[in-house]
């Protein structure tokens, strides 16, 4: 099985802040790296797929770069919608996401 | 725009089958160009991917729910279907179904979820 790690567990920050969200998996998946958006019960909204490319209607803000075991996502000038756990999500031959990394306001 | 809604039982007992269906509007579950899955998530905890069906009804799971879990498709009424056998509390979650981009292996969009608790 692939392991995905996500760190950290949970940030701190201030609107306006830059962020950085790091995942790194366990054995190579290549680019196949999604990251999501999970509010409080709402249900996760895909921001990034193929580990740099923007989903359609995304805020520019919103990057993701890496290849091979090592992911970011990075978020710049942080809004108050941007307050939410973010999930890095890999597809090898199946589905596993990391544990999540909740973003709260300092 | 395409959207998913999950419909089924809130409470099932232990041992018994959860069953739940996700209503696809907006697009079809046929038309070929997407596939379409079910993936879970335990009261405060993270997400687990349970299974997917593929265009042409091949379905594919969770080595760790495989024994237990079917998926299937209606196309005449735009459907597709979780079965999950035999559950136990650990399998009290919410309940998402999406559609998978398969060009991209992910996830856009997902239905607003469904909770599901097992209890007697």
């Known amino acids: 099985d692939i392991q995905m790690t996500q760190s950290p567990s949970t940030l701190s920050a201030s609107v306006g802040d830059r962020v950085t969200i790091t995942c790194r998996a366990s054995?190579?998946?290549?680019?196949?790296l999604a990251w999501y958006q999970q509010k409080p019960g709402k249900a996760p909204k895909l921001l990034i797929y193929k580990a740099s490319s923007l989903e359609s209607g995304v805020p520019s803000r919103f990057s993701g770069s890496g290849s091979g075991t090592e992911f970011t996502l990075t978020i710049s000038n942080l809004q108050p919608d941007d307050f939410a756990t973010y999930y890095c999500q890999q597809y090898n031959n199946y589905w596993t996401f990391g544990q999540g990394t909740k973003v709260e306001i300092k | 725009q395409v959207q998913l809604q999950e419909s089924g039982p809130g409470l099932v007992k232990p041992s018994e089958t959860l069953s739940l269906t996700c209503t696809v509007s907006g697009g079809s579950i046929s038309s070929g160009t997407y596939d379409w899955g079910w993936i879970r998530q335990p009261p405060g905890k993270g997400l687990e991917w349970i299974g997917t069906i593929f265009y042409g009804g091949r379905t594919y799971y969770n080595l760790s729910l495989e024994s237990r879990v079917t998926i299937s498709a209606d196309t005449s009424k735009n459907q597709f279907s979780l079965k999950l056998s035999s559950v136990t509390a650990a399998d009290t979650a919410v309940y998402y179904c999406?559609?998978?981009?398969?060009?991209?292996?992910?996830?856009?969009?997902w239905g607003q979820g469904t909770r599901v608790t097992v209890s007697s």
């Open positions: 999406a559609r998978l981009s398969p060009h991209t292996s992910s996830w856009p969009p």
């Open positions: 054995q190579s998946i290549t680019s196949w």
